[in-house]
């Protein structure tokens, strides 16, 4: 309705001038007509006011004159009628243009070289909220964003001098007050002299798509949880800090590299949401605690070097684990004190789900160097210094040194060779015989790992930490426990006995931690078609107290499968026999160190007689490792301690070497025989 309208107001004065034009024509035709009419009447038979010869000369011009004329006319009103055609056709294409910029989402303006509003379409209205008299009575620049005037400016000179306009962004102010972000394009209407006369000017609102696109880099470079600097933008600021430092030698920085300890137990056992939700709090603390870190450090750069002042930046990598590049700093005992401090802040109890949740942080710190060229060196060597806290305790923080680059060199070396080694096949299981100290026989076995390399055989202690923090263990000793429950039915067969030979195998944390642990043990044991009462799972205590809620759980599953469970390395935890009454355990394994004490040390010999008693009370065996002399296997016998092994009867070996020891010990009954005391 309001473009017919405004139709109507515009083509009404066009007709009125139209019909004006075609009555001032056609009089003019007319009175050409009329005076021809009556000049040719003059030529006419009975008109005797010229003589014979004269009125002939004249009848023949008079006729000459009126053909000229009605040309004229003929010529007339056909350039009438083009003129009319061509100005129909300029006001569609003015109705068509004005359809066009009054419906455009674009803001279309109009201005002089002067500056001043010659037109303005409705969608700045629209966009902007100014109405079309509103802007008339302002300057075009009032609106533009101060710092981006000179560019606008700029930008319409250019295009007035050179007739070519360049795509520009600028801000201009909403009515509201708020900025919103325009994509200018202005083109030059020159006038008769070829001299710019106006300028088009088509703006259009880019606001959206702009925050879209910062949005997108802003994912690209922030983490999505915590909203912190993800690694690629902190390897960034690392970088930009690198080259700064190389350029100042007494510009000092270091990279610190946080990781919560025992985090993965918090997410399983609360939650993932409880996790995430814990990271945010972490985040949100660490990023507290470094506001202040000039407060701890303070810039030594002289004013020949860059005046950059003390300062932090704090980035989550992903999972549990956050960096902090701390710059400015004196020496790298700043960057110690401001570990200790983030350490101490960590250490407040956070409320997660109504719950007090207390957490500690391993800390590993990498000062800058000149040796390092690239930023991704530095943030390894951090992480390298942050697993050595780990190791030595936790809740703790370490600066990097040479020596752990190479141990983790070595370390990375170890675990590609494991993983070959699985592929190869290069693990072999070594048995150790487990005897009755009440009938000197042997009555078992302990499956124990081993990497037959190609330049030696290869203990444990060797390879199964790094196996362990891995994850390869899992697989190494899946195949570790098929192959041990094959060679035990195959002993069954050749050398029954009553009650059956029985095979321990040790379950690592990384196997404690699995939800089917007990599932995947039944599925070995039914292919292997053995009796889950010759197995003997060993666990130790440090691995059943870290949750005893879990522990129960799997062990309640374990017993369900007919397995038995032992308590390894008992003695060197924190937990008591009290603790263990609830859990369905059937053996104790006193610990090596307690037993190779045990001649020496008579509180030692008191605390394993302690064990043993109270371990018998509450109805379990006590098997002691690591015997090695005659007199540690008869102070056993006289605690009354039911099972032992260790090298005074048989040192671990393949089961080449432990099946020519059961021929060598077997009595007439098929049992075997006792073993001597050496």
């Known amino acids: 309705m309001n473009n017919g309208k405004k139709e109507q107001k515009g083509t009404r004065p ?40 004269e009125w002939l000369d004249l009848k023949e011009w008079v006729r000459g004159l009126a053909c000229l004329v009605l040309l004229f006319d003929i010529y007339t009103v056909y350039q009438q009628l083009q003129i009319q055609r061509i100005r129909r056709e300029l006001i569609q294409r003015n109705q068509l243009f004005e359809v066009i910029t009054e419906n455009a989402a674009d803001m279309i303006a109009v201005v002089d070289c002067a500056g001043n509003r010659l037109y303005n379409s409705p969608a700045y209205q629209k966009v902007l909220g100014y109405s079309s008299e ?12 101060p710092e981006d005037q000179q560019r606008v400016l700029e930008a319409a000179k250019k295009a007035e001098l050179t007739g070519r306009g360049e795509r520009l962004e600028y801000r201009m102010r909403h009515k509201d007050g708020t900025w919103r972000i325009l994509e200018s394009v202005a083109t030059p209407i020159p006038n008769e002299d070829g001299q710019t006369a106006k300028l088009v000017i088509v703006n259009r609102d880019i606001t959206e798509r702009k925050r879209a696109e910062e949005t997108i880099v802003h994912n690209a470079l922030y983490d999505a949880l915590t909203d912190l600097p993800n690694r690629a933008l902190f390897l960034d600021r690392v970088r930009h800090v690198l080259v700064l430092s190389h350029r100042h030698l007494s510009y000092k920085f270091a990279v610190l590299f946080i990781d919560l300890d025992d985090f993965k137990v918090f997410n399983e056992s609360l939650g993932h949401a409880a996790g995430d939700a814990l990271l945010v709090q972490i985040a949100r603390r ?3 605690s470094i506001r202040g870190v000039d407060t701890v450090s303070r810039s030594v750069l002289t004013q020949a070097a860059s005046p950059v002042a003390s300062e932090a930046s704090l980035a989550r990598l992903g999972g549990d684990e956050f960096t902090i590049l701390l710059e400015g700093i004196r020496d790298c005992g700043d960057a110690v004190r401001v570990a200790e401090r983030l350490q101490e802040r960590l250490a407040i109890p956070f409320d997660v789900n109504e719950q007090q949740v207390v957490t500690t942080a391993s800390i590993g710190i990498a000062f800058c160097a000149t040796s390092y060229t690239n930023s991704e060196d530095l943030v390894r060597d951090a992480e390298i210094a942050m697993y050595r806290a780990k190791r030595e305790g936790k809740a703790r923080c370490q600066v990097f040194d040479n020596a752990m680059h190479t141990l983790a060199v070595k370390r990375l070396r170890v675990e590609t060779d494991l993983r070959r080694a699985l592929e190869q096949e290069e693990f072999r299981v070594h048995y150790q015989p487990i005897v009755s100290l009440q009938s000197g026989k042997i009555v078992g076995f302990e499956a124990l790992s081993r990497w037959q390399r190609p330049e030696g055989l290869l203990l444990p202690a060797d390879f199964i930490q790094i196996a362990e923090e891995t994850g390869i263990i899992l697989a190494m000793n899946r195949l570790l426990l098929r192959e041990a429950c094959l060679q035990l039915r195959a002993w069954h067969s050749k050398f029954p006995c009553d009650p059956p030979l029985t095979m321990s195998v040790n379950i690592t944390p990384k196997e404690f931690a ?17 009796d889950p009462r010759s197995i003997d799972a060993e666990i130790t205590e440090t691995i059943v107290m870290a949750n005893p809620q879990t522990s129960n759980l799997v062990f309640s599953e374990l017993k369900a499968l007919g397995v038995h469970i032992s308590i390894d390395d008992f003695g060197t935890g924190y937990s008591s026999l009290s603790r263990l009454q609830g859990l369905p355990v059937d053996t104790l394994k006193i610990d090596r160190t307690f037993i190779s004490k045990i001649e020496t040390d008579s509180d030692t010999s008191e605390i394993v007689r302690i064990i043993i008693m109270l371990a018998h009370n509450l109805g379990l065996k006590v098997v002691a490792e690591g015997a090695e002399t005659a007199e540690q296997v008869h102070l056993l016998k006289e605690l009354d301690c039911d099972l032992v ?7 671990p070996g393949d089961h080449a070497a432990v099946e ?6 077997l009595t007439v009954e098929g049992w075997p025989s006792p073993i001597a005391t050496r």
Not at 517 to 530: F, K, R
Not at 645 to 651: L, S, V
Request: hydrophobic fraction near 50%; avoid cysteine; glycine fraction near 8%.
């Open 645 to 651: 092994q260790g090298y005074f009867f048989a040192r």
């Open 514 to 530: 699995q939800t089917d642990l007990a599932a995947q043990i039944g599925t070995i044991l039914a292919e292997v078609g053995i």
């Open 286 to 288: 660490l990023t507290a």
């Open 14 to 53: 066009m007709r009125r001038v139209e019909a004006r034009e075609w009555w001032l024509w056609g009089f003019a035709v007319t009175v050409t007509l009329v005076l021809t009419a009556g000049i040719v009447s003059l030529t006419y038979p009975g008109n005797h006011l010229l003589q014979n010869s």
């Open 134 to 145: 509103e802007l008339q009575l302002t300057s075009p620049l009032e609106q533009i964003h």
């Open 660 to 665: 020519a020891l059961l021929m060598s010990t």
